[in-house]
């Protein structure tokens, strides 16, 4: 790979995120990435901006700058309006070009890890997959991306020193949303790219809509997880009766989902979701890292185990030592209880 020079390292300046929307609608990662965006900007006093491709640009814009961001670049026309890998990485890609911006963000979903490996290539830098913590040196102006490696037992901190922008994935659900300052202004740059339909390769000639088992743990509020400890598919109903008291849904650690006692759909952790829910009731999961980096940023944790030493009880704000067959089941009763009584009261 061909090095930036120094001099030309210098000259890009400002952090930028991708927006990835759908039907008009942003993906929550884009705006969530506006707060450590900001972060990085205002330590590094450059202009947070965002790149949006495709109609619904200004709309966009508007929302974008209502979650802190100072600029946002527009390129839009037919060949945009639905996603695909060339046109869309072409469009960023003469972006980069033109403004360099030194840091570049865009979220770990499916679109995401597609366009952001295919414009790494394109403008001959690296990239950072599926981080979990970003930072910056301030005095070098170096881009710290933090991720699990090896497995998941250690965390990296990568750094892209040579080649500008320094680009990461994050995951959904990692980073907080930024707080909503309805009427914030900011500028808008339209850029106009020449590309026609018959210079991409690939056509759109239908959708199918995907089939969703009705359980979505990334938005869930509430999260109820079962780990190995609850011993059976048979005793997860009693994990099933907690969510369905808290008004929540059942996640998995890994272990549950490869003995086929849930499905793929509840795992939460490093090979499954990353969740930041209000509440998150950890039972009989012990907490191995690669557990731990799905779930650390839930709001509350409450964990169950009769392990005190359990890993687990080192990210919980409440820890509960004791055999989860006694605490789940009286649990789920004096809670049902306290919602008969809220119910009654009304
Ligand atoms: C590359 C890689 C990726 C991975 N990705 C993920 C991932 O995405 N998500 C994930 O979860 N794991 C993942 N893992 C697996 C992870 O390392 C652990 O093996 C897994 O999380 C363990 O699941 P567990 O906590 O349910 O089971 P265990 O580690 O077996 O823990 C069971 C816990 O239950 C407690 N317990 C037992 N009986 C009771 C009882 N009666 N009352 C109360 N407590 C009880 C025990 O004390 C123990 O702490 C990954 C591993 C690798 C190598």
């Not at 707080?179 to 106009?192: C, F, K, M, W």
Request: hydrophobic fraction near 45%; aromatic fraction near 6%.
């Amino acid at each position: 790979m061909p090095k930036t020079t120094d001099d030309s390292i210098k000259d890009f300046r400002g952090v930028w995120v991708y927006v990835e929307h759908a039907d008009g609608k942003a993906t929550g990662v884009s705006w969530e990435l506006l707060t450590p965006g900001r972060h990085m900007a205002d330590a590094l006093g450059v202009e947070l901006g965002v790149m949006i491709v495709g109609d619904s640009g200004s709309r966009l814009a508007t929302e974008a700058f209502a979650y802190g961001a100072d600029i946002a670049y527009i390129i839009d026309g037919p060949v945009f309006s639905h996603y695909r890998t060339e046109p869309h990485m072409r469009a960023v890609v003469h972006l980069i070009n033109k403004y360099q911006p030194e840091i570049f963000l865009l979220g770990a979903t499916v679109t995401g890890r597609d366009l952001a490996s295919a414009i790494a290539i394109e403008v001959d830098t690296g990239l950072t997959a599926d981080c979990t913590q970003l930072g910056v040196d301030v005095e070098k102006r170096l881009f710290e991306m933090t991720r699990p490696a090896f497995g998941g037992n250690i965390m990296a901190t990568i750094l892209c020193e040579q080649h500008r922008p320094q680009m990461a994935t994050v995951r959904p659900r990692v980073m907080p949303m930024p707080a909503r300052q309805p009427g914030r202004l900011g500028r808008i740059v339209r850029e106009e790219l020449e590309l026609k339909e018959a210079d991409i390769a690939t056509k759109i000639l239908k959708f199918f809509p995907t089939e969703s088992e009705g359980v979505n743990i990334a938005e869930a509020d509430i999260i109820v997880t079962a780990g190995r400890g609850v011993g059976s598919a048979e005793n997860l109903r009693m994990i099933e009766e907690l969510a369905q008291a808290t008004g929540g849904v059942v996640g998995a650690s890994r272990a549950v989902v490869d003995l086929g006692w849930i499905s793929y759909a509840h795992q939460v952790g490093q090979t499954g979701k990353t969740v930041r829910p209000r509440l998150y009731i950890a039972v009989g999961v012990s907490g191995a890292i690669q557990h731990l980096v799905g779930m650390q940023n839930a709001d509350t944790i409450i964990a169950i185990n009769n392990d005190p030493e359990a890993p687990i009880f080192s990210v919980a704000s409440v820890g509960i030592v004791g055999d989860l067959f006694e605490v789940v089941p009286e649990l789920t009763r004096q809670i049902k209880a306290a919602r008969e009584q809220a119910a009654a009261n009304v």
